[in-house]
């Protein structure tokens, strides 16, 4: 069994800086990527950044330059550092975490987190 949770969004204005945490818990062995998305209401979810262990970082273009990945595997977690925070970035924002849950290749798996709420208003 494995759960990730997202935390760190809420209410901020246009300028502001948020940072989202993603926390896989359960059987996981060790983490393989992270993702993060977003749905704003009315739109498709869309991909906002990933982190690949030994293959780099990969940003939509509405978020170069403001936003940074990571991903820390001692702690199971992703991070999503979010500066000059604009009223377009409102949305919900999922983690994706892709993980071994054995020390076996082919023992791998996907997971989704809940969501987080971030908000972007004066």
């Known amino acids: 069994q494995v759960h990730v949770v997202e935390s760190g969004g809420g209410l901020v204005q246009p300028g502001g800086s948020l940072t989202l945490s993603c926390a896989a818990s359960?059987?996981?062995?060790?983490?393989?990527?992270v993702g993060w998305y977003r749905q704003a209401p009315g739109h498709q979810r869309e991909l906002v950044a990933t982190i690949n262990a030994g293959h780099g970082t990969n940003y939509a273009d509405s978020v170069k330059g403001r936003f940074t990945i990571s991903m820390d595997n001692a702690s199971k977690t992703g991070y999503l550092q979010m500066n000059s925070l604009r009223p377009e970035d409102t949305a919900v924002y999922y983690c994706n975490v892709m993980a071994y849950t054995s020390s076996r290749v082919q023992d791998w798996g996907t997971y989704w987190g809940q969501g987080t709420q971030v908000t972007v208003s004066s």
């Open positions: 359960g059987s996981i062995f060790r983490l393989v990527a």
